[in-house]
């Protein structure tokens, strides 16, 4: 099982998924199971994907934010994405907004 950072897949991660994995299921929970033969886990980690269980991505989640989103001026997903590089394992769950409304959470 293979986590999405915020539920989003690269091309490039999709691109992998193509080329090692024989069956792929996307799953509601920003997963993906993955059925291979052999490839180790690093191959996935290092094309952005979450592999670990104490991956900062287990817990993290943002709204769209900006400049997506006209509420707001804040660039949650990068704010996010700099977060999970600093984050201690173990770190409780956050979600990142950029306005009251708190999308996504």
Do not use: K, Y
Request: glycine share 6%; proline share 7%.
């Amino acid at each position: 099982m293979l986590g999405v950072p915020l539920g989003m897949l690269t091309i490039e991660q999709i691109d992998l998924l193509r080329r090692v994995a024989e069956e792929v299921v996307v799953t509601p929970w920003r997963s993906i199971v993955v059925r291979t033969d052999d490839i180790d886990l690093d191959v996935f980690e290092a094309g952005g994907f979450a592999v670990a269980a104490h991956s900062p991505w287990a817990t993290l989640s943002a709204c769209v934010g900006a400049p997506w989103c006209r509420r707001t001026d804040t660039p949650t997903i990068e704010l996010t994405t700099a977060a999970a590089r600093s984050l201690p394992i173990d770190s409780p769950r956050t979600h990142v907004v950029g306005c009251e409304r708190a999308c996504g959470r």
